[in-house]
């Protein structure tokens, strides 16, 4: 069983389209996490969700929009995408008693 | 920004030598994690320091802390081929966990 799981793990789209990505943890875990790395392996976290609650919002677009349908689920919606969204995402959970992150495969996204 | 800056940015190695890894931060912390990521694939824990701790091991790693500096270091020793990977250092404050620039250790079999 995939600890943490995210669809699609490829998704190429041209600009201007919606895509979603969505997100699964079987851990049991409070909080998730959304992480963007770039080309040259900058991560850079772009939300955080506790049981269902935002919160951490770092400065990313409005276009992107996550949802958290229950703890277990946090997924990523990305409106009127651009060249420079071109990335590949990784979905986190966190082990509240000792602070590891637990992630997932990442999903490669090309905006064409 | 908190981001960690890693030295080096890329490290080769014979196989069975020792790589040591560093990592600088900027502001005080919870605790200091290392992660491995292999190519293509997500990050993996390796193992995590907390801010009043100097050292810590598991395994063939060898985690260091110096807060007064704001730097940590990773030793892996009698390093293997399977231990290619990019390993990052992170920084947690309040549940967020800030990553650093990583470094690209390749061993020569």
């Known amino acids: 069983d995939t600890a943490v799981s995210q669809t699609p793990k490829y998704l190429v789209t041209q600009m201007g389209n919606d895509k979603s990505i969505k997100c699964e943890q079987n851990?049991?875990?409070?909080?998730m996490y959304w992480y963007k790395q770039d080309s040259k392996k900058f991560l850079k976290i772009m939300f955080s969700y506790n049981n269902k609650e935002l919160i951490i919002n770092e400065t990313v677009p409005n276009r992107f929009s996550p949802k958290s349908p229950d703890k277990a689920h946090l997924n990523l919606h990305i409106n009127s995408l651009e060249l420079g969204d071109s990335a590949v995402y990784f979905c986190?959970?966190?082990?509240?008693?000792?602070?590891?992150?637990?992630f997932g495969e990442g999903s490669r996204l090309t905006v064409l | 920004s908190q981001q960690g800056e890693e030295d080096p940015q890329a490290l080769s190695i014979q196989e069975g030598e020792n790589a040591t890894m560093n990592c600088s931060y900027k502001t005080s912390i919870n605790n200091l994690q290392w992660y491995r990521q292999n190519s293509g694939r997500g990050l993996v824990h390796l193992i995590l320091i907390r801010s009043n701790e100097r050292e810590k091991h598991s395994g063939r790693l060898r985690v260091t802390l110096d807060t007064s500096k704001k730097s940590s270091s990773l030793l892996i020793t009698a390093s293997r081929a399977a231990d290619t990977a990019s390993y990052f250092c992170?920084?947690?404050?309040?549940?967020?966990?800030?990553f650093g620039t990583g470094t690209r250790l390749t061993i020569i079999p």
């Open positions: 986190a959970s966190r082990q509240s008693n000792t602070g590891e992150l637990f």
């Open positions: 992170a920084t947690e404050i309040y549940e967020k966990l800030t």
């Open positions: 851990l049991g875990h409070d909080t």
